[in-house]
């Protein structure tokens, strides 16, 4: 039992794993791509609690060969992907990646994902400090 | 005095009914003053079918111009157009269904087998339309859609900006409504109620 609850405690910290305790991810997920799409995209929001200014610069995970910062913007009737080198997040404030805005977008794995898979993102930020998140892989509109 | 009322009562409700139908107020969409009557084309439809101007007659269609490498606006668009037709499921009105049409502006990527596999997970009933990109420009060109590649990481992995509206075609096979972003979908179903009823009452 006290292992069990041990290993639960590390579980848990693991999750949380923030060498960067000012930011915290809320609603993190990856949109289940239909069969045959060969990008996916992922969304969250970024609260910098903090109070100095952080800068996301990097992103990886172990599900995916590579993870870009895009952002999508209609301009004029025109949508349009455009690649982020990195994104501010002042302090006090959140940033919403969101559908139709700032996501992640990653190449689909071979083992397609499915509705309810978890995965997980290592946020890099300009400090040097990293924010792991696991996000949870749904079919939403 | 009464008299004279009445047959002045009588006169404007016979006008009224003789007067055109108006434009429906559009919560959404902008109707075009005049439908768009479009040159015919040659494409694909999934299942390596022709797909011309005759499959855009019969019945009313929503179209939607993009790419199945877009993982963000795409899918959100066709998951918006999935909940528009659950929307009108209930509706029984003979030849009120419409269908719903991809066209890829992608068609080096986008192959008929592509599309079959894709366009199913949101909506068995979805159509899918690849092909020649010279037939492609040919309707795009005549309905305003714009669309270029821009590059990615590496030259495989190019996006594409492509125009973000739904276009509404009418069983005539004329462009006849747009609905810019960002689309909701209650409000489509509401409107293309709306342009139908106009439509029929013109006719």
Redesign the interface.
């Known amino acids: 039992m006290k292992s069990f609850l041990l290993s639960l405690l590390l579980c848990s910290w693991s999750l949380l794993a923030c060498a960067d305790p000012a930011i915290q991810v809320e609603n993190a997920w990856v949109?289940e791509?239909?069969?045959?799409?060969?990008?996916?995209?992922a969304y969250m929001t970024l609260k910098n609690t903090g109070s100095s200014d952080v800068t996301l610069e990097n992103i990886t995970s172990p599900t995916f060969r590579?993870v870009?910062l895009?952002k999508?913007v209609?301009v004029d009737?025109?949508?349009?992907?455009s690649?982020q080198d990195s994104l501010p997040i002042p302090a006090g404030t959140s940033v919403a990646l969101e559908?139709?805005s700032y996501?992640l977008?990653?190449?689909a794995p071979e083992q397609r994902l499915h509705s309810g898979d978890l995965v997980e993102f290592n946020l890099q930020f300009a400090d040097g400090g990293t924010v792991r998140v696991q996000a949870i892989v749904r079919k939403?509109? | 005095m009464k008299i004279r009322i009445i047959p002045m009562l009588l006169a404007a409700v016979l006008l009224s009914a003789c007067s055109p139908p108006q434009p429906p107020q559009l919560q959404q969409g902008t109707l075009l003053p005049d439908a768009k009557i479009i040159a015919d084309f040659q494409l694909t439809d999934q299942n390596g079918k022709p797909f011309t101007r005759k499959n855009l007659m019969g019945k009313w269609s929503f179209t939607f111009f993009g790419y199945t490498h877009c993982p963000d606006v795409c899918p959100t668009s066709l998951s918006m157009l999935a909940q528009v037709m659950k929307k009108l499921e209930q509706d029984k009105t003979p030849g009120a269904k419409p269908q719903v049409v991809f066209f890829s502006v992608d068609p080096e990527r986008d192959t008929p087998e592509v599309l079959a596999q894709y366009l199913p997970y949101f909506n068995p009933d979805f159509i899918g339309v690849t092909g020649d990109p010279q037939q492609i420009l040919r309707l795009t060109r005549q309905l305003g859609i714009l669309y270029g590649k821009s590059p990615g990481e590496s030259a495989d992995d190019y996006l594409v900006d492509h125009s973000a509206s739904i276009l509404l075609f009418d069983p005539d096979g004329n462009f006849r409504a747009l609905f810019g972003t960002p689309h909701d979908p209650d409000r489509i179903a509401q409107d293309f109620v709306a342009i139908r009823n106009y439509y029929e009452a013109s006719r």
């Open positions: 949109r791509a239909p069969p045959g799409a060969q990008m996916m995209a590579m870009m895009h999508s209609i009737g025109v949508a349009r992907m690649h559908p139709g996501h977008m990653m190449p939403k509109p």
